[in-house]
Protein backbone atom coordinates (compact mmCIF):
# COMPACT_ATOMS: atom_id res chain seq x y z
CA UNK A 1 0.00 0.00 0.00
CA UNK A 2 0.89 3.50 -0.84
CA UNK A 3 2.18 5.58 1.94
CA UNK A 4 1.33 8.84 1.50
CA UNK A 5 3.39 9.99 4.60
CA UNK A 6 6.46 9.99 2.24
CA UNK A 7 4.96 12.59 0.65
CA UNK A 8 5.58 16.86 0.79
CA UNK A 9 2.69 18.93 0.91
CA UNK A 10 3.09 20.11 -2.55
CA UNK A 11 3.61 16.42 -3.79
CA UNK A 12 -0.28 15.37 -2.13
CA UNK A 13 -1.96 18.87 -3.36
CA UNK A 14 -0.72 17.81 -7.15
CA UNK A 15 -1.71 14.39 -7.03
CA UNK A 16 -5.34 15.70 -5.72
CA UNK A 17 -5.73 17.91 -8.26
CA UNK A 18 -5.13 15.99 -10.81
CA UNK A 19 -7.69 13.70 -9.65
CA UNK A 20 -9.79 16.70 -9.12
CA UNK A 21 -9.64 17.85 -12.77
CA UNK A 22 -10.17 14.79 -14.28
CA UNK A 23 -13.35 14.21 -13.00
CA UNK A 24 -14.66 17.29 -14.47
CA UNK A 25 -13.36 16.36 -18.00
CA UNK A 26 -10.13 18.15 -18.12
CA UNK A 27 -7.23 16.23 -20.00
CA UNK A 28 -3.90 16.08 -19.12
CA UNK A 29 -1.80 18.77 -21.38
CA UNK A 30 2.01 17.64 -21.88
CA UNK A 31 4.57 20.22 -23.75
CA UNK A 32 8.21 20.18 -24.25
CA UNK A 33 10.58 21.96 -21.91
CA UNK A 34 11.48 25.03 -24.01
CA UNK A 35 9.90 27.45 -26.36
CA UNK A 36 10.90 30.18 -28.31
CA UNK A 37 12.65 32.89 -26.14
CA UNK A 38 10.33 35.09 -28.55
CA UNK A 39 7.43 34.19 -27.30
CA UNK A 40 7.87 35.09 -23.97
CA UNK A 41 9.60 38.50 -24.49
CA UNK A 42 6.88 39.52 -27.10
CA UNK A 43 4.41 38.71 -24.23
CA UNK A 44 6.58 39.88 -20.73
CA UNK A 45 4.14 41.59 -19.44
CA UNK A 46 1.71 38.27 -18.82
CA UNK A 47 4.23 36.39 -17.12
CA UNK A 48 5.15 36.73 -13.18
CA UNK A 49 8.60 37.55 -13.70
CA UNK A 50 10.02 38.85 -17.12
CA UNK A 51 13.72 37.31 -15.98
CA UNK A 52 13.93 33.93 -17.92
CA UNK A 53 16.86 31.68 -18.75
CA UNK A 54 17.47 31.86 -22.56
CA UNK A 55 20.18 29.63 -24.90
CA UNK A 56 21.03 29.24 -28.03
CA UNK A 57 19.92 25.80 -29.93
CA UNK A 58 21.90 24.22 -32.37
CA UNK A 59 20.53 26.02 -35.63
CA UNK A 60 21.45 29.24 -33.59
CA UNK A 61 17.89 29.92 -32.54
CA UNK A 62 17.19 31.26 -29.32
CA UNK A 63 14.86 29.35 -27.04
CA UNK A 64 13.92 29.76 -23.40
CA UNK A 65 13.25 27.21 -20.40
CA UNK A 66 9.73 27.85 -20.58
CA UNK A 67 8.86 30.18 -17.46
CA UNK A 68 4.81 29.63 -18.08
CA UNK A 69 2.57 26.81 -19.67
CA UNK A 70 -0.47 29.08 -20.19
CA UNK A 71 1.45 30.91 -23.46
CA UNK A 72 2.75 27.75 -25.12
CA UNK A 73 -1.40 26.38 -24.61
CA UNK A 74 -2.66 29.07 -26.86
CA UNK A 75 0.51 28.88 -29.13
CA UNK A 76 0.40 25.30 -29.91
CA UNK A 77 -3.52 25.36 -29.76
CA UNK A 78 -6.41 25.74 -32.64
CA UNK A 79 -9.86 27.22 -32.73
CA UNK A 80 -12.70 24.75 -33.48
CA UNK A 81 -16.10 26.67 -33.76
CA UNK A 82 -18.68 25.66 -31.01
CA UNK A 83 -16.17 23.20 -29.29
CA UNK A 84 -13.91 23.84 -26.17
CA UNK A 85 -10.42 22.73 -25.15
CA UNK A 86 -10.32 21.32 -21.34
CA UNK A 87 -7.13 20.85 -20.56
CA UNK A 88 -5.04 20.37 -17.10
CA UNK A 89 -0.99 20.39 -16.62
CA UNK A 90 1.53 19.75 -13.81
CA UNK A 91 4.68 21.21 -15.70
CA UNK A 92 7.83 22.10 -14.36
CA UNK A 93 8.60 26.21 -15.08
CA UNK A 94 11.54 27.89 -14.87
CA UNK A 95 11.07 31.02 -12.32
CA UNK A 96 13.17 33.30 -9.74
CA UNK A 97 11.81 32.07 -6.98
CA UNK A 98 9.88 34.48 -4.12
CA UNK A 99 11.88 32.63 -1.37
CA UNK A 100 15.21 32.74 -2.49
CA UNK A 101 15.48 35.31 -5.30
CA UNK A 102 17.13 33.02 -7.55
CA UNK A 103 16.41 30.72 -10.37
CA UNK A 104 14.81 27.26 -9.44
CA UNK A 105 12.59 24.74 -11.42
CA UNK A 106 9.12 24.91 -9.92
CA UNK A 107 6.27 22.37 -10.32
CA UNK A 108 3.27 24.47 -11.81
CA UNK A 109 -0.55 23.06 -11.88
CA UNK A 110 -3.68 24.70 -13.23
CA UNK A 111 -6.30 24.16 -15.79
CA UNK A 112 -7.18 25.96 -19.05
CA UNK A 113 -10.82 26.64 -20.69
CA UNK A 114 -10.72 27.38 -24.30
CA UNK A 115 -13.17 27.80 -27.32
CA UNK A 116 -17.03 28.48 -27.04
CA UNK A 117 -16.51 29.46 -23.73
CA UNK A 118 -20.24 30.68 -21.94
CA UNK A 119 -21.37 30.98 -18.43
CA UNK A 120 -21.28 27.95 -17.44
CA UNK A 121 -17.69 27.44 -18.22
CA UNK A 122 -17.11 30.59 -16.01
CA UNK A 123 -18.90 28.97 -13.36
CA UNK A 124 -16.96 25.37 -13.27
CA UNK A 125 -13.74 27.20 -13.62
CA UNK A 126 -14.35 29.46 -10.58
CA UNK A 127 -16.04 26.46 -8.72
CA UNK A 128 -12.63 24.11 -9.15
CA UNK A 129 -10.61 27.43 -8.62
CA UNK A 130 -12.30 26.93 -4.80
CA UNK A 131 -11.93 23.46 -4.85
CA UNK A 132 -8.52 23.52 -5.73
CA UNK A 133 -7.80 25.85 -2.64
CA UNK A 134 -10.27 23.30 -0.26
CA UNK A 135 -7.92 20.56 -1.26
CA UNK A 136 -4.87 22.38 0.13
CA UNK A 137 -6.23 23.74 3.02
CA UNK A 138 -10.40 24.11 4.69
CA UNK A 139 -9.15 27.58 5.44
CA UNK A 140 -9.20 29.57 2.34
CA UNK A 141 -10.44 32.54 0.39
CA UNK A 142 -10.67 32.75 -3.00
CA UNK A 143 -11.60 36.92 -4.31
CA UNK A 144 -13.11 37.73 -7.75
CA UNK A 145 -13.28 40.82 -9.76
CA UNK A 146 -14.49 42.07 -13.01
CA UNK A 147 -12.18 43.61 -15.09
CA UNK A 148 -14.75 45.07 -17.13
CA UNK A 149 -16.14 47.28 -14.45
CA UNK A 150 -12.44 48.47 -14.22
CA UNK A 151 -12.30 49.20 -17.92
CA UNK A 152 -15.55 51.29 -17.65
CA UNK A 153 -14.46 53.76 -14.97
CA UNK A 154 -11.03 54.23 -15.45
CA UNK A 155 -12.32 54.78 -19.57
CA UNK A 156 -15.18 57.29 -18.41
CA UNK A 157 -12.26 59.38 -16.04
CA UNK A 158 -9.61 59.65 -18.68
CA UNK A 159 -8.78 57.43 -22.05
CA UNK A 160 -4.97 58.31 -21.55
CA UNK A 161 -3.35 55.11 -21.47
CA UNK A 162 -0.10 56.48 -18.43
CA UNK A 163 -3.68 57.50 -16.34
CA UNK A 164 -4.80 54.26 -16.52
CA UNK A 165 -1.57 52.00 -15.82
CA UNK A 166 -1.03 54.02 -12.71
CA UNK A 167 -5.07 53.78 -11.42
CA UNK A 168 -4.26 50.30 -12.15
CA UNK A 169 -1.57 50.28 -9.58
CA UNK A 170 -2.80 52.27 -7.39
CA UNK A 171 -6.25 50.45 -6.99
CA UNK A 172 -4.38 47.08 -6.25
CA UNK A 173 -2.51 49.03 -3.42
CA UNK A 174 -5.31 50.10 -2.18
CA UNK A 175 -4.02 53.43 -2.18
CA UNK A 176 -6.85 56.22 -2.07
CA UNK A 177 -4.46 58.71 -1.33
CA UNK A 178 -2.38 58.66 -4.31
CA UNK A 179 -5.25 57.85 -6.66
CA UNK A 180 -7.09 60.77 -5.35
CA UNK A 181 -3.41 62.55 -6.64
CA UNK A 182 -3.44 61.20 -9.90
CA UNK A 183 -7.49 62.09 -10.53
CA UNK A 184 -6.62 65.75 -10.00
CA UNK A 185 -3.15 65.57 -12.13
CA UNK A 186 -5.60 64.58 -14.90
CA UNK A 187 -8.41 66.73 -14.61
CA UNK A 188 -10.44 64.19 -13.67
CA UNK A 189 -14.44 65.58 -12.68
CA UNK A 190 -14.99 65.27 -9.27
CA UNK A 191 -18.03 62.32 -9.29
CA UNK A 192 -15.84 59.87 -11.49
CA UNK A 193 -12.91 60.51 -9.10
CA UNK A 194 -15.43 59.28 -6.69
CA UNK A 195 -16.50 56.21 -8.48
CA UNK A 196 -13.07 55.25 -9.32
CA UNK A 197 -11.64 55.40 -5.56
CA UNK A 198 -15.20 53.83 -4.05
CA UNK A 199 -13.47 50.25 -6.09
CA UNK A 200 -11.05 50.24 -3.47
CA UNK A 201 -13.44 49.68 -0.45
CA UNK A 202 -15.97 47.77 -2.87
CA UNK A 203 -14.78 43.75 -1.42
CA UNK A 204 -16.46 41.32 1.02
CA UNK A 205 -19.35 39.45 1.07
CA UNK A 206 -20.89 38.76 -2.54
CA UNK A 207 -24.51 40.32 -2.08
CA UNK A 208 -23.03 42.90 -0.09
CA UNK A 209 -20.61 44.13 -3.00
CA UNK A 210 -23.02 44.05 -5.58
CA UNK A 211 -25.48 46.32 -3.79
CA UNK A 212 -22.33 48.47 -3.41
CA UNK A 213 -21.84 48.52 -6.67
CA UNK A 214 -25.23 49.16 -8.30
CA UNK A 215 -24.82 52.57 -6.40
CA UNK A 216 -20.99 53.03 -8.63
CA UNK A 217 -21.93 51.55 -12.22
CA UNK A 218 -24.93 50.51 -14.14
CA UNK A 219 -22.84 48.13 -16.97
CA UNK A 220 -24.66 44.92 -18.04
CA UNK A 221 -21.36 43.22 -15.75
CA UNK A 222 -23.46 43.16 -12.93
CA UNK A 223 -25.83 41.06 -14.49
CA UNK A 224 -23.05 39.06 -15.31
CA UNK A 225 -21.43 39.24 -11.55
CA UNK A 226 -25.31 38.46 -10.08
CA UNK A 227 -25.69 35.24 -11.78
CA UNK A 228 -22.22 33.91 -11.24
CA UNK A 229 -22.97 34.85 -7.77
CA UNK A 230 -26.23 33.20 -7.33
CA UNK A 231 -24.64 30.09 -9.27
CA UNK A 232 -22.53 29.80 -6.11
CA UNK A 233 -25.03 30.42 -3.41
CA UNK A 234 -25.27 26.82 -2.78
CA UNK A 235 -22.20 25.66 -2.41
CA UNK A 236 -20.66 24.37 0.72
CA UNK A 237 -18.34 26.82 0.79
CA UNK A 238 -19.92 29.56 -0.74
CA UNK A 239 -18.86 32.00 2.35
CA UNK A 240 -15.40 31.31 1.22
CA UNK A 241 -15.63 32.86 -2.45
CA UNK A 242 -15.59 37.21 -1.86
CA UNK A 243 -15.78 39.84 -3.99
CA UNK A 244 -12.76 42.29 -4.21
CA UNK A 245 -12.66 44.83 -7.35
CA UNK A 246 -9.81 46.21 -6.02
CA UNK A 247 -8.17 43.11 -7.39
CA UNK A 248 -7.10 43.67 -10.79
CA UNK A 249 -4.79 42.64 -13.56
CA UNK A 250 -3.14 43.69 -17.04
CA UNK A 251 -6.22 44.86 -19.23
CA UNK A 252 -3.84 44.26 -22.20
CA UNK A 253 -4.11 40.81 -21.52
CA UNK A 254 -7.13 40.13 -19.28
CA UNK A 255 -10.97 40.60 -19.44
CA UNK A 256 -13.89 39.59 -17.65
CA UNK A 257 -13.43 37.50 -14.38
CA UNK A 258 -10.37 37.63 -12.95
CA UNK A 259 -9.15 35.31 -9.64
CA UNK A 260 -6.90 34.76 -6.56
CA UNK A 261 -6.92 32.45 -4.27
CA UNK A 262 -5.22 32.75 -0.64
CA UNK A 263 -4.35 29.70 1.99
CA UNK A 264 -3.89 30.05 5.39
CA UNK A 265 -0.29 29.90 6.77
CA UNK A 266 0.83 30.87 2.77
CA UNK A 267 1.78 34.94 3.13
CA UNK A 268 0.91 35.03 -0.54
CA UNK A 269 -1.46 34.03 -3.04
CA UNK A 270 -1.04 30.83 -4.22
CA UNK A 271 -3.67 30.75 -7.03
CA UNK A 272 -4.69 33.05 -9.67
CA UNK A 273 -6.17 33.51 -12.81
CA UNK A 274 -9.26 34.79 -14.96
CA UNK A 275 -10.50 35.52 -18.42
CA UNK A 276 -7.74 35.98 -21.03
CA UNK A 277 -9.92 37.04 -24.43
CA UNK A 278 -7.21 39.57 -25.05
CA UNK A 279 -4.78 37.69 -25.08
CA UNK A 280 -6.07 34.90 -27.45
CA UNK A 281 -6.47 38.26 -29.70
CA UNK A 282 -2.82 38.77 -28.90
CA UNK A 283 -1.82 35.77 -29.91
CA UNK A 284 -4.09 35.44 -33.14
CA UNK A 285 -6.38 32.95 -31.86
CA UNK A 286 -10.03 33.59 -31.94
CA UNK A 287 -11.10 31.56 -29.00
CA UNK A 288 -12.26 32.65 -25.99
CA UNK A 289 -10.39 31.90 -22.47
CA UNK A 290 -10.78 30.95 -18.82
CA UNK A 291 -7.88 29.34 -16.32
CA UNK A 292 -6.14 29.66 -13.77
CA UNK A 293 -2.50 28.66 -11.79
CA UNK A 294 -1.40 27.44 -8.85
CA UNK A 295 1.66 27.87 -7.28
CA UNK A 296 3.07 25.04 -5.72
CA UNK A 297 6.73 26.23 -4.51
CA UNK A 298 4.58 29.00 -2.45
CA UNK A 299 3.19 25.52 -0.59
CA UNK A 300 6.88 25.25 1.26
CA UNK A 301 5.73 27.75 3.57
CA UNK A 302 3.14 25.84 4.70
CA UNK A 303 3.78 24.26 8.29
CA UNK A 304 5.57 20.44 7.65
CA UNK A 305 3.40 18.14 8.17
CA UNK A 306 6.70 15.24 8.32
CA UNK A 307 7.70 13.60 11.52
CA UNK A 308 9.81 15.70 13.60
CA UNK A 309 11.69 12.01 12.86
CA UNK A 310 14.08 11.11 9.89
CA UNK A 311 13.52 7.27 10.83
CA UNK A 312 11.36 5.57 13.96
CA UNK A 313 14.45 3.25 14.23
CA UNK A 314 18.41 2.54 13.97
CA UNK A 315 19.85 -0.76 13.79
CA UNK A 316 23.46 -0.39 14.41
CA UNK A 317 25.47 -3.23 13.58
CA UNK A 318 29.09 -4.67 13.65
CA UNK A 319 31.57 -6.10 11.08
CA UNK A 320 30.76 -9.46 13.47
CA UNK A 321 27.92 -9.91 12.26
CA UNK A 322 26.25 -11.88 9.52
CA UNK A 323 24.60 -9.97 7.27
CA UNK A 324 21.51 -12.40 6.85
CA UNK A 325 20.94 -11.04 10.85
CA UNK A 326 21.17 -7.57 9.83
CA UNK A 327 18.86 -8.00 7.14
CA UNK A 328 16.37 -10.24 9.08
CA UNK A 329 15.96 -7.49 11.74
CA UNK A 330 15.39 -4.53 8.85
CA UNK A 331 12.43 -6.51 7.46
CA UNK A 332 10.97 -7.61 10.92
CA UNK A 333 10.98 -3.63 11.77
CA UNK A 334 9.28 -2.76 8.50
CA UNK A 335 7.00 -5.55 8.86
CA UNK A 336 6.06 -3.73 12.18
CA UNK A 337 5.30 -0.35 10.00
CA UNK A 338 8.57 1.00 10.89
CA UNK A 339 10.86 3.44 9.17
CA UNK A 340 14.67 2.09 9.76
CA UNK A 341 18.21 2.38 8.34
CA UNK A 342 21.05 -0.07 8.94
CA UNK A 343 23.97 1.31 9.84
CA UNK A 344 27.54 0.86 11.66
CA UNK A 345 27.70 4.09 12.78
CA UNK A 346 25.48 6.80 13.67
CA UNK A 347 24.99 9.59 11.08
CA UNK A 348 25.55 13.01 12.59
CA UNK A 349 22.25 15.10 12.77
CA UNK A 350 20.20 11.75 12.40
CA UNK A 351 16.67 11.61 14.19
CA UNK A 352 15.15 8.63 15.53
CA UNK A 353 13.06 6.95 18.22
CA UNK A 354 15.20 4.27 18.74
CA UNK A 355 18.28 2.33 18.39
CA UNK A 356 18.69 -1.20 17.96
CA UNK A 357 22.31 -2.60 18.38
CA UNK A 358 22.78 -6.15 17.31
CA UNK A 359 25.68 -8.08 16.77
CA UNK A 360 27.79 -10.12 19.12
CA UNK A 361 26.66 -9.35 22.85
CA UNK A 362 23.92 -7.51 21.75
CA UNK A 363 20.42 -7.66 21.47
Known amino acids: MFDETVLRSEEKAIFKLRSLYRKYGYLPYKMCKFEEYELYIRNKDFLVSDRIISFNDTNGKLMALKPDVTLSIIKNGDDVSGTKQKVFYNENVYRVSSGTQRFKEIMQTGLECIGDIDMYDVYEVVTLAAQSLMQISDEFVLEISHLGILSKLINDACERKSFEKNAIKYIAEKNAHDLCKLCDEYDVEEHKKDRLVSLISTYGQRNK ?47 GFVLKGFVNGVCDSILAGGQYDNMMKKMGRKSKAIGFAIYIDRLEQMTNDHSQYDVDAIIVYDDKTSFDEVARCVEEAVKNGKTVTAQKNIPDGLRYKEIIKIGKGEN
Open 209 to 255: VIEMLKNIVDDECIGEIETLSKMMDNLPYSSKIIFDFSLVNDTNYYN
